[in-house]
C-alpha cells in the first residue's frame, strides 16, 4: 500500500484503495439502524417490555458499537503496510461476529421470542425475521463485496441458524415461507459473486493503469532526450530557413490558388449535401452508418447532424426501442447479412417513439468494406425511411374496401356522368342484379321507368345533383330484377382541389321493413285490433280535430253506446265467444252507420259514434232508434242465438259543450243515466241530470265520512214466528244519523253506495255490529236468537266474505246457526260458479241462506234448486197487495213453492192484521213487519226481547 503511495496514483485510485475501514464502519452502523427498525416495529405491534428479544437487541447494539469504535481506530492505521494484515483479520472478525448476531436474533425471533409474547402472530414473525436478514444482505452487498470474504463470513453464521431450524423443526405451515427465504439466499449470493468480480476488473483496470503510468514515465525520459536532439535539429534548419523562405514565398501562391479552387469545391459540396439532405427530409430518410472494426455507428439525427454513438450501446438501444415482435427477426436478417448470405441488408419493423407510440419504418444497409484476409466485415452504410404514414393509410384503405364489401347498406361510386363505377354486394343484393350487369350504366339505367312520372322524378333528383351536389330522400323504387323496394338514398359530390366534381358517392338503404313497421304501429295505435274500429286515442284526437274545424262542421253528435248486461254475457258464455261477440256488434254498428264521421270502439263494452247533423242526414234521434231497432235482431254465437241491447247517451255540440271533454262527460253522463234506467233506451244529455249526479257525488262523499266518522248504525227488526208467536230473530238493517240531515233511510244511500265499492264496506261494517249484538244478547240468554244480515254480490265477487264470517264467529264467540245472510237474486248473475262455491262454503259453518226479494228482479226457479238456499223471502210488494185476488194467488203460489221443495218462507211488510191472519192460513213460517215492530236500536231490541220474555212466560204460566 505504501508503494501505491509512492507512485503517486491518482487521487481516485488512492481514495478507492483505503476506502475497505469506511465500508466496514458504514456497515456496521447499517446494522444497528436495522435493528433499532425491528426492535421498533415489534415494540409497535406489541410492546417495549423487557423479553428475550430486547435482550438481544440491547446486547447487539452494545457489540456493534464496540465494533464501530473498532473501525474508526482502524482506519486511521489501514494505510500502513504494517498494520494492513491486522486489520484485515480484525474486518474478518466483526463481519463473522455481526453474522453471528443476526443469525442468534433470527433464532430468537422465530423460535424463543413467542414464549415472552404468546400472543406473538406468524405473520409477525416472518415479517420481523425479513426484515433482519434482507435488509442486512442488502446491505452486505453494498459494502462487503469488495473482499468476498468478508461477505461469506457474515452471510453463512445470519443464515445458517434459520436453516438449521427449518430443518430440525420441519415447520410445514410456513414451507412457502422458507422456499422464498431460500430462493433470496441464492439470489443474494449470485449478486455478491456478480458484485465481486465487478470489483475484481475494476481493481485489474487500476493495474492497467499503474502500468501505463510507468510506460507515460519512460516516454516522457525519451522525450526529453528527443527535445535535445531537436534542438539540434533546429539549430541545422536554421541555416536553410533562408533558402525555404524563397521556396515557401512560391509555395504560398501555389496554396493561395489551391485554397481558392477548394473553396468553390467545398461550396459545390455543401450545396449538394444541403440538396442532399433535403432530399432526404423530404423523404423521410435518415443515413447511418456502422464502423463494425471502431466499434461505432454514425446517425444522421432529424436535424440532419450526424450522431456517433458506441455500437454496443446502439444494440442496446435497438432491443429496446424495436417491437417484440419484430426484435428478432430484425436481429436475424442483420446477422444473416454480416455472415455474407445476402447481398443487401432489408427490413421493414416498429420502432417506440420518445412518445412511447410505435412507429414502422423501412431499414436498407449494406456491408461496404471487409477484411480482405477473412472477410470479416469491417464497415456497413444504410438508410432508414419512416412509412408510418403509408402502413396507416395502407390500413385505411384496407378498413375502407371492408367497410365497402361488409357494410349493411347499399353503397354505389358514380363518375361525373353518373354512370356507376363500383358497387358494393349489398347493393347487388338490394338490386337483385349481378355488379357486372350494373358497372358502367347510368344511375336509373337499371330502373324501370314505365310511366313519365318515374321519369320526371328522376331528373329532378339529376337536377338536384348538379345544382347543390348532394341529394337524401326517400322513396319507393322497382329494378329490372322486378324488385321493388322502398329506399332511403343519399348521394354526396366528391370534389377536388379546383372545386371539379370528380365521383358522386351513393349511400342505399332498404326501408321497406321499417315502412311496414311504421304503418302497422301507426294501424295499432289508432284501431283496435279486435273489431279494426278506431280506438279511444284516434277517437279523441278526430272529435278534436271536428271541433276545431268549425267551418266546415257547425254541428255534430256525439253518441255513447254500451252494451247491457255484457260482463254477465261474457263469464255465461266465454271470453272467446265475448270477443266474437263484440267483433259482430262493431260489425253492425259499422253497417247500420255507414254515414256516421267515426264509428269507434273505445274499451271492452264501450261504442261511440261521431254524426254531423246536417239537413242532409236524418235527424239524431232517428238514428238512434235505427242504432236501437238494428240491436233487436238476434246475434249468433257458437250457433246459439243471443239478444243483445244497448243503451245509448247522446250530447250536441255546441249546444251541450265545445270542448272534446266536456262533450264526452255529457255523453257518458246521458249513458249513466240510460244505463240506470235499465237499459235499451236513449238518454239526451240533461244539465238537470247534471244537478243529480251532481248530488249523487255530493252524497257519495258525504257517504264515506260518514263510514270514517262511524255515523252508521245498526236498527234491528223482529221476526215472529207465526206457529207460537215467539221472536225467532232479527233483521239487521242499516240506518245513517247524519249530523245535519238526521236520520236518512237506506233507500236513499244505499243506491249509491252499490255504485261504488262502498256497499261492501257498509256490509262489513252491519256483519261485525250484527255479530257483537248477537253476543250481548247471548249473555242476556237468548241463546236462539239469530240475526239475519243483508248481503250484496260486491261482497262475494270481492272474494273477502269468507273471511270477514271467520273472523266474526272466532271475534265474538258465536255460532253459525245464529247467523243468517239474505242474498238477492241479482247476486246469482255474475260469476255463478264463484257464488254457489261461496254459498257452499257458508253451508259448511251451518249458516242459513235467505233469498231475499224473491219474484222482483232476475227471477229464475231454477236458483231455489241450484243454490244451497234456505230460506225463501216475499216481497213487500205483493204483501201490500193482499186482498186482490191475483196477488193473493200469486202469494199463495209463491208459499206453496217454497213449502213444497222444503225451504222456510218469509214474509216482509206485514202491516195489517188481515195481511197476517191470511199468511198464518197459507202456513207461513215467519212474518216481519211494522204491525210487530219498527226497526228499533240495539237497546230497544233488547227492552223488546225482554218484554217479549215476561209475555210469553206470563202467557205459558197461565
Same mark, same amino acid.
Request: net charge negative; hydrophobic share 40%.
Given at each position: 500500500?505504501?508503494?501505491?503511495?509512492?507512485?503517486?496514483?491518482?487521487?481516485?485510485?488512492?481514495?478507492?484503495?483505503?476506502?475497505?475501514?469506511?465500508?466496514?464502519?458504514?456497515?456496521?452502523?447499517?446494522?444497528?439502524?436495522?435493528?433499532?427498525?425491528?426492535?421498533?416495529?415489534?415494540?409497535?405491534?406489541?410492546?417495549?417490555? /423487557?423479553?428475550?428479544?430486547? &435482550?438481544? *437487541?440491547?446486547?447487539? !447494539?452494545?457489540?456493534? =458499537?464496540?465494533?464501530? #469504535?473498532?473501525?474508526? +481506530?482502524?482506519?486511521?492505521?489501514?494505510?500502513?503496510?504494517?498494520?494492513?494484515?491486522?486489520?484485515?483479520?480484525?474486518?474478518?472478525?466483526?463481519?463473522?461476529?455481526?453474522?453471528?448476531?443476526?443469525?442468534?436474533?433470527?433464532?430468537?425471533?422465530?423460535?424463543?421470542?413467542?414464549?415472552?409474547?404468546?400472543? /406473538?402472530?406468524?405473520?409477525? &414473525?416472518? *415479517?420481523?425475521?425479513? !426484515?433482519?436478514?434482507? =435488509?442486512?444482505?442488502? #446491505?452486505?452487498?453494498? +459494502?462487503?463485496?469488495?473482499?468476498?470474504?468478508?461477505?461469506?463470513?457474515?452471510?453463512?453464521?445470519?443464515?445458517?441458524?434459520?436453516?438449521?431450524?427449518?430443518?430440525?423443526?420441519?415447520?410445514?405451515?410456513?414451507?412457502?415461507?422458507?422456499?422464498?427465504?431460500?430462493?433470496?439466499?441464492?439470489?443474494?449470493? /449470485?449478486?455478491?459473486?456478480?458484485?465481486?468480480?465487478?470489483?475484481?476488473?475494476?481493481?485489474?483496470?487500476?493495474?492497467?493503469?499503474?502500468?501505463?503510468?510507468?510506460?507515460?514515465?519512460?516516454?516522457?525520459?525519451?522525450?526529453?532526450?528527443?527535445?535535445?536532439?531537436?534542438?539540434?535539429?533546429?539549430?541545422?534548419?536554421?541555416?536553410?530557413?533562408?533558402?525555404?523562405?524563397?521556396?515557401?514565398?512560391?509555395?504560398?501562391?501555389?496554396?493561395?490558388?489551391?485554397?481558392?479552387?477548394?473553396?468553390?469545391?467545398?461550396?459545390?459540396?455543401?450545396?449538394?449535401?444541403?440538396?442532399?439532405?433535403?432530399?432526404?427530409?423530404?423523404?423521410?430518410?435518415?443515413?447511418?452508418?456502422?464502423?463494425?472494426?471502431?466499434?461505432?455507428?454514425?446517425?444522421?439525427?432529424?436535424?440532419?447532424?450526424?450522431?456517433?454513438?458506441?455500437?454496443?450501446?446502439?444494440?442496446?438501444?435497438?432491443?429496446?426501442?424495436?417491437?417484440?415482435?419484430?426484435?428478432?427477426?430484425?436481429?436475424?436478417?442483420?446477422?444473416?447479412?454480416?455472415?455474407?448470405?445476402?447481398?443487401?441488408?432489408?427490413?421493414?419493423?416498429?420502432?417506440?417513439?420518445?412518445?412511447?407510440?410505435?412507429?414502422?419504418?423501412?431499414?436498407?444497409?449494406?456491408?461496404?468494406?471487409?477484411?480482405?484476409?477473412?472477410?470479416?466485415?469491417?464497415?456497413?452504410?444504410?438508410?432508414?425511411?419512416?412509412?408510418?404514414?403509408?402502413?396507416?393509410?395502407?390500413?385505411?384503405?384496407?378498413?375502407?374496401?371492408?367497410?365497402?364489401?361488409?357494410?349493411?347498406?347499399?353503397?354505389?361510386?358514380?363518375?361525373?356522368?353518373?354512370?356507376?363505377?363500383?358497387?358494393?354486394?349489398?347493393?347487388?343484393?338490394?338490386?337483385?342484379?349481378?355488379?357486372?350487369?350494373?358497372?358502367?350504366?347510368?344511375?336509373?339505367?337499371?330502373?324501370?321507368?314505365?310511366?313519365?312520372?318515374?321519369?320526371?322524378?328522376?331528373?329532378?333528383?339529376?337536377?338536384?345533383?348538379?345544382?347543390?351536389?348532394?341529394?337524401?330522400?326517400?322513396?319507393?323504387?322497382?329494378?329490372?330484377?322486378?324488385?321493388?323496394?322502398?329506399?332511403?338514398?343519399?348521394?354526396?359530390?366528391?370534389?377536388?382541389?379546383?372545386?371539379?366534381?370528380?365521383?358522386?358517392?351513393?349511400?342505399?338503404?332498404?326501408?321497406?321493413?321499417?315502412?311496414?313497421?311504421?304503418?302497422?304501429?301507426?294501424?295499432?295505435?289508432?284501431?283496435?285490433?279486435?273489431?279494426?274500429?278506431?280506438?279511444?286515442?284516434?277517437?279523441?284526437?278526430?272529435?278534436?280535430?271536428?271541433?276545431?274545424?268549425?267551418?266546415?262542421?257547425?254541428?255534430?253528435?256525439?253518441?255513447?253506446?254500451?252494451?247491457?248486461?255484457?260482463?254477465?254475457?261474457?263469464?255465461?258464455?266465454?271470453?272467446?265467444?265475448?270477443?266474437?261477440?263484440?267483433?259482430?256488434?262493431?260489425?253492425?254498428?259499422?253497417?247500420?252507420?255507414?254515414?256516421?264521421?267515426?264509428?269507434?270502439?273505445?274499451?271492452?263494452?264501450?261504442?261511440?259514434?261521431?254524426?254531423?247533423?246536417?239537413?242532409?242526414?236524418?235527424?239524431?234521434?232517428?238514428?238512434?232508434?235505427?242504432?236501437?231497432?238494428?240491436?233487436?235482431?238476434?246475434?249468433?254465437?257458437?250457433?246459439?242465438?243471443?239478444?243483445?241491447?244497448?243503451?245509448?247517451?247522446?250530447?250536441?255540440?255546441?249546444?251541450?259543450?265545445?270542448?272534446?271533454?266536456?262533450?264526452?262527460?255529457?255523453?257518458?253522463?246521458?249513458?249513466?243515466?240510460?244505463?240506470?234506467?235499465?237499459?235499451?233506451?236513449?238518454?239526451?244529455?240533461?244539465?238537470?241530470?247534471?244537478?243529480?249526479?251532481?248530488?249523487?257525488?255530493?252524497?257519495?262523499?258525504?257517504?264515506?265520512?260518514?263510514?270514517?266518522?262511524?255515523?252508521?248504525?245498526?236498527?234491528?227488526?223482529?221476526?215472529?214466528?207465526?206457529?207460537?208467536?215467539?221472536?225467532?230473530?232479527?233483521?239487521?238493517?242499516?240506518?245513517?244519523?247524519?249530523?245535519?240531515?238526521?236520520?236518512?233511510?237506506?233507500?236513499?244511500?244505499?243506491?249509491?253506495?252499490?255504485?261504488?265499492?262502498?256497499?261492501?264496506?257498509?256490509?262489513?261494517?252491519?256483519?261485525?255490529?250484527?255479530?257483537?249484538?248477537?253476543?250481548?244478547?247471548?249473555?242476556?240468554?237468548?241463546?236462539?236468537?239469530?240475526?239475519?244480515?243483508?248481503?250484496?254480490?260486491?261482497?262475494?265477487?270481492?272474494?273477502?266474505?269468507?273471511?270477514?264470517?271467520?273472523?266474526?264467529?272466532?271475534?265474538?264467540?258465536?255460532?253459525?246457526?245464529?247467523?243468517?245472510?239474505?242474498?238477492?237474486?241479482?247476486?246469482?248473475?255474475?260469476?255463478?260458479?264463484?257464488?254457489?262455491?261461496?254459498?257452499?262454503?257458508?253451508?259448511?259453518?251451518?249458516?242459513?241462506?235467505?233469498?231475499?226479494?224473491?219474484?222482483?228482479?232476475?227471477?229464475?226457479?231454477?236458483?231455489?234448486?241450484?243454490?244451497?238456499?234456505?230460506?225463501?223471502?216475499?216481497?213487500?210488494?205483493?204483501?201490500?197487495?193482499?186482498?186482490?185476488?191475483?196477488?193473493?194467488?200469486?202469494?199463495?203460489?209463491?208459499?206453496?213453492?217454497?213449502?213444497?221443495?222444503?225451504?222456510?218462507?218469509?214474509?216482509?211488510?206485514?202491516?195489517?192484521?188481515?195481511?197476517?191472519?191470511?199468511?198464518?192460513?197459507?202456513?207461513?213460517?215467519?212474518?216481519?213487519?211494522?204491525?210487530?215492530?219498527?226497526?228499533?236500536?240495539?237497546?230497544?231490541?233488547?227492552?223488546?226481547?225482554?218484554?217479549?220474555?215476561?209475555?210469553?212466560?206470563?202467557?205459558?204460566?197461565?
Amino acid at each position: 500500500m505504501s508503494g501505491v503511495l509512492e507512485k503517486n496514483l491518482p487521487q481516485f485510485i488512492y481514495t478507492d484503495q483505503i476506502n475497505y475501514p469506511n465500508h466496514i464502519r458504514l456497515f456496521v452502523v447499517s446494522v444497528i439502524f436495522i435493528i433499532l427498525i425491528d426492535y421498533f416495529l415489534f415494540g409497535f405491534f406489541y410492546s417495549f417490555d /423487557l423479553n428475550i428479544f430486547s &435482550i438481544w *437487541t440491547i446486547s447487539s !447494539l452494545i457489540v456493534l =458499537s464496540i465494533f464501530l #469504535i473498532i473501525c474508526n +481506530f482502524s482506519l486511521k492505521h489501514y494505510t500502513s503496510v504494517r498494520h494492513a494484515k491486522k486489520t484485515n483479520l480484525t474486518f474478518q472478525l466483526i463481519c463473522l461476529c455481526i453474522g453471528s448476531l443476526m443469525g442468534v436474533g433470527t433464532v430468537v425471533i422465530s423460535q424463543l421470542l413467542i414464549k415472552d409474547v404468546p400472543h /406473538l402472530s406468524h405473520s409477525h &414473525i416472518l *415479517t420481523l425475521t425479513a !426484515l433482519l436478514l434482507t =435488509s442486512s444482505h442488502i #446491505i452486505s452487498l453494498t +459494502f462487503l463485496t469488495q473482499h468476498i470474504r468478508y461477505f461469506f463470513l457474515f452471510f453463512i453464521p445470519s443464515v445458517l441458524p434459520l436453516v438449521l431450524s427449518q430443518i430440525i423443526n420441519r415447520d410445514q405451515e410456513h414451507t412457502l415461507f422458507y422456499v422464498a427465504y431460500y430462493f433470496s439466499f441464492v439470489a443474494t449470493l /449470485l449478486c455478491a459473486h456478480a458484485t465481486f468480480k465487478i470489483h475484481k476488473r475494476f481493481f485489474q483496470v487500476l493495474e492497467k493503469n499503474k502500468q501505463l503510468i510507468d510506460v507515460a514515465e519512460q516516454h516522457n525520459q525519451w522525450t526529453e532526450e528527443l527535445c535535445q536532439q531537436l534542438q539540434r535539429e533546429v539549430n541545422k534548419s536554421k541555416d536553410i530557413e533562408a533558402q525555404l523562405q524563397f521556396n515557401n514565398h512560391l509555395l504560398e501562391q501555389k496554396v493561395r490558388e489551391r485554397t481558392y479552387d477548394l473553396t468553390k469545391m467545398n461550396e459545390r459540396l455543401e450545396e449538394h449535401r444541403q440538396n442532399l439532405a433535403f432530399a432526404h427530409e423530404t423523404a423521410g430518410i435518415r443515413p447511418w452508418e456502422w464502423n463494425l472494426e471502431e466499434n461505432t455507428v454514425g446517425v444522421t439525427n432529424s436535424h440532419q447532424k450526424e450522431v456517433t454513438r458506441n455500437s454496443e450501446n446502439h444494440y442496446e438501444l435497438l432491443s429496446k426501442i424495436v417491437h417484440p415482435d419484430d426484435a428478432e427477426r430484425v436481429k436475424n436478417t442483420i446477422h444473416s447479412h454480416l455472415c455474407g448470405q445476402t447481398k443487401r441488408y432489408e427490413e421493414t419493423f416498429r420502432i417506440k417513439r420518445s412518445n412511447g407510440d410505435w412507429s414502422w419504418i423501412h431499414d436498407v444497409g449494406q456491408v461496404i468494406q471487409r477484411n480482405p484476409k477473412d472477410g470479416t466485415p469491417l464497415r456497413m452504410v444504410g438508410i432508414h425511411r419512416d412509412i408510418n404514414q403509408e402502413k396507416k393509410d395502407q390500413e385505411r384503405l384496407k378498413l375502407a374496401a371492408s367497410v365497402f364489401e361488409q357494410a349493411s347498406e347499399g353503397i354505389f361510386i358514380l363518375d361525373e356522368n353518373f354512370n356507376y363505377l363500383e358497387v358494393n354486394p349489398k347493393y347487388e343484393q338490394l338490386t337483385g342484379l349481378d355488379k357486372q350487369y350494373i358497372l358502367n350504366k347510368h344511375l336509373f339505367e337499371i330502373t324501370k321507368q314505365t310511366k313519365q312520372h318515374h321519369l320526371n322524378f328522376h331528373l329532378s333528383i339529376l337536377d338536384t345533383l348538379h345544382e347543390e351536389f348532394e341529394y337524401e330522400g326517400e322513396f319507393q323504387e322497382t329494378y329490372l330484377s322486378e324488385k321493388s323496394c322502398f329506399l332511403w338514398i343519399h348521394i354526396n359530390a366528391v370534389k377536388d382541389e379546383s372545386d371539379r366534381v370528380l365521383n358522386y358517392i351513393g349511400i342505399v338503404s332498404d326501408q321497406s321493413e321499417r315502412k311496414h313497421q311504421e304503418q302497422r304501429l301507426s294501424y295499432l295505435t289508432n284501431y283496435d285490433t279486435l273489431t279494426d274500429l278506431p280506438n279511444r286515442f284516434y277517437y279523441h284526437q278526430q272529435l278534436h280535430q271536428y271541433l276545431v274545424n268549425e267551418a266546415s262542421i257547425q254541428h255534430l253528435a256525439v253518441i255513447r253506446l254500451n252494451i247491457d248486461r255484457f260482463r254477465a254475457l261474457n263469464e255465461l258464455l266465454s271470453n272467446q265467444a265475448g270477443n266474437e261477440l263484440l267483433k259482430q256488434v262493431a260489425q253492425r254498428l259499422r253497417i247500420s252507420n255507414i254515414d256516421a264521421l267515426l264509428v269507434a270502439h273505445l274499451s271492452a263494452d264501450d261504442f261511440a259514434i261521431i254524426y254531423e247533423m246536417s239537413p242532409l242526414h236524418p235527424p239524431i234521434h232517428q238514428i238512434c232508434n235505427n242504432i236501437v231497432e238494428a240491436f233487436s235482431k238476434p246475434f249468433y254465437i257458437a250457433d246459439q242465438e243471443h239478444v243483445v241491447s244497448i243503451s245509448i247517451g247522446v250530447a250536441i255540440y255546441p249546444e251541450h259543450g265545445r270542448q272534446v271533454d266536456n262533450l264526452n262527460t255529457h255523453a257518458e253522463q246521458a249513458l249513466t243515466e240510460a244505463k240506470r234506467l235499465g237499459g235499451n233506451t236513449i238518454r239526451y244529455y240533461s244539465s238537470e241530470r247534471t244537478n243529480f249526479v251532481a248530488k249523487h257525488t255530493d252524497l257519495e262523499l258525504d257517504l264515506r265520512k260518514a263510514i270514517q266518522n262511524k255515523e252508521l248504525v245498526v236498527y234491528y227488526q223482529p221476526k215472529i214466528n207465526t206457529q207460537n208467536s215467539n221472536i225467532t230473530g232479527f233483521e239487521a238493517l242499516i240506518r245513517w244519523k247524519h249530523p245535519t240531515k238526521g236520520l236518512i233511510m237506506p233507500d236513499i244511500f244505499i243506491p249509491v253506495a252499490e255504485s261504488t265499492s262502498l256497499i261492501s264496506d257498509i256490509g262489513r261494517f252491519v256483519l261485525y255490529e250484527a255479530a257483537r249484538q248477537l253476543q250481548v244478547w247471548q249473555k242476556l240468554g237468548f241463546v236462539h236468537i239469530h240475526v239475519a244480515v243483508n248481503i250484496v254480490a260486491q261482497q262475494i265477487l270481492r272474494g273477502q266474505l269468507l273471511q270477514d264470517i271467520d273472523a266474526v264467529l272466532d271475534q265474538y264467540s258465536i255460532g253459525g246457526e245464529n247467523l243468517e245472510l239474505e242474498i238477492t237474486e241479482s247476486a246469482f248473475l255474475e260469476n255463478t260458479e264463484n257464488v254457489k262455491m261461496v254459498l257452499c262454503a257458508l253451508k259448511e259453518r251451518n249458516i242459513s241462506i235467505a233469498l231475499d226479494d224473491f219474484g222482483t228482479g232476475y227471477s229464475s226457479l231454477a236458483y231455489l234448486t241450484e243454490y244451497p238456499i234456505d230460506i225463501l223471502k216475499i216481497d213487500r210488494a205483493f204483501i201490500s197487495k193482499i186482498g186482490d185476488p191475483k196477488q193473493d194467488a200469486i202469494v199463495n203460489a209463491m208459499i206453496a213453492m217454497g213449502k213444497t221443495i222444503g225451504l222456510k218462507v218469509v214474509a216482509e211488510g206485514v202491516e195489517t192484521e188481515q195481511q197476517r191472519d191470511y199468511l198464518k192460513r197459507q202456513n207461513c213460517d215467519i212474518l216481519q213487519g211494522y204491525l210487530f215492530a219498527k226497526p228499533l236500536t240495539a237497546s230497544d231490541a233488547t227492552d223488546y226481547l225482554q218484554q217479549h220474555m215476561r209475555m210469553s212466560t206470563a202467557r205459558y204460566s197461565i
